[in-house]
């Protein structure tokens, strides 16, 4: 199996299944000499964890990050760097009942027939479990790109938008609710919703909007490795990610240039900022600012027609732990994915300084 890995520096190599002894990965190209705060890194995975509310899936796990090389004495060395996250609350019987059947919009039926072969315990290598691999490596990435703020939080649950653009939100509010929507008023509602979904046995999708602060300019290139186009396959790589839009987006294919196009001020930063802090495939040093798509989970506690390895539709119901909607969690995934891209483009970015 290919694709285990991001970046070209800054390279994320990933491994492990969600109902395997652990999860774990391989940071290669890390600079020396950076003091890591591997508290702030637990705090990123405390966030992405299961369990931790009454709308996310109820599976236990600490998920507690063992660092086997790369550090000492609390510093990056330049070497690799090894970790661990141990899987300590698998329901392997939880899943038996699919292991001759394939759920809808599910991987297991593409998995199998490209394979010849499925671990089917949680969705194995498919399972967004794996992205807790991920969150430690963003966990790290940000702390190289320590002066660069990304904050991202969710912006939609199915019909229930935040009317609030990013300027006018306190960021400082996003851990304050179990959504993780910075407008409080739209996060009860948000969150209501979401519980009234989880009562029926069925999910729910929404959209995540990621903001990144303080970014210097120049990170990118024009033609194939543009910024923005990183960014997107980082996000699409996501489970349960169906789409991705930067600055305007498809709202800027209403407007004519008169409206669209970003004046510059006498220092060079921009009067609007419809290109979404990228022009070119390059950072022009404004906010970089972009919405991700989430569908809904795929495994619903309720009745629903799968197909059989014997070519035969049969209704099964879901059985086990799973989350009603994804996105309160998604947020510190959607940030994680946002670092590794950002240190892979500020690393390369240094070579040619």
Do not use: W
């Not at 000492?72 to 038996?96: A, H």
């Not at 609030?164 to 948000?190: G, H, W």
């Not at 120049?218 to 396959?233: I, N």
């Amino acid at each position: 199996m290919a694709g285990n890995s991001i970046g070209t520096l800054f390279k994320l190599t990933t491994f492990g299944e969600s109902h395997g002894e652990a999860l774990g990965g391989i940071i290669d190209g890390c600079p020396a000499g950076i003091t890591l705060n591997l508290e702030a890194i637990q705090r990123e995975m405390q966030r992405r964890k299961p369990g931790q509310s009454a709308i996310v899936t109820q599976r236990k796990e600490e998920d507690e990050v063992q660092i086997l090389s790369g550090i000492f004495e609390g510093k990056t060395t330049g070497t690799p760097i090894g970790f661990l996250i141990p899987n300590t609350n698998q329901k392997s019987d939880d899943y038996s009942h699919i292991k001759d059947s394939y759920r809808p919009s599910h991987a297991d039926y593409v998995y199998e027939k490209k394979y010849g072969i499925r671990d089917y315990r949680g969705g194995g290598r498919s399972s967004a479990r794996e992205t807790a691999s991920r969150v430690v490596a963003g966990a790290i990435a940000k702390q190289v790109l320590a002066t660069i703020k990304i904050n991202a939080f969710v912006s939609s649950v199915g019909t229930i938008f935040t009317d609030k653009s990013y300027q006018e939100l306190d960021f400082s509010l996003i851990e304050s609710n179990a959504v993780r929507c910075p407008d409080l008023e739209t996060a009860f509602k948000m969150e209501a919703y979401i519980k009234e979904i989880k009562k029926q046995g069925d999910t729910v999708g929404g959209t995540i909007t990621c903001v990144v602060q303080n970014v210097p300019i120049g990170l990118g290139e024009p033609v194939f490795d543009k910024l923005h186009a990183a960014l997107g396959k980082a996000m699409l790589s996501i489970n349960a990610v169906k789409g991705f839009e930067f600055g305007s987006g498809f709202s800027g294919a209403t407007m004519k240039g008169s409206e669209h196009n970003d004046l510059f001020n006498e220092n060079g930063t921009t009067k609007t900022n419809f290109s979404g802090g990228i022009q070119g495939g390059i950072s022009n040093g404004m906010d970089i600012y972009f919405r991700v798509a989430f569908k809904p989970v795929a495994t619903l506690i309720q009745n629903q027609e799968v197909l059989t390895n014997q070519n035969t539709i049969v209704e099964r119901q879901g059985k086990g732990r799973h989350d009603p909607c994804v996105l309160p969690r998604a947020v510190p995934i959607v940030e994680a994915m946002t670092a590794l891209v950002l240190a892979d483009f500020y690393l390369l970015n240094k070579t040619y300084l």
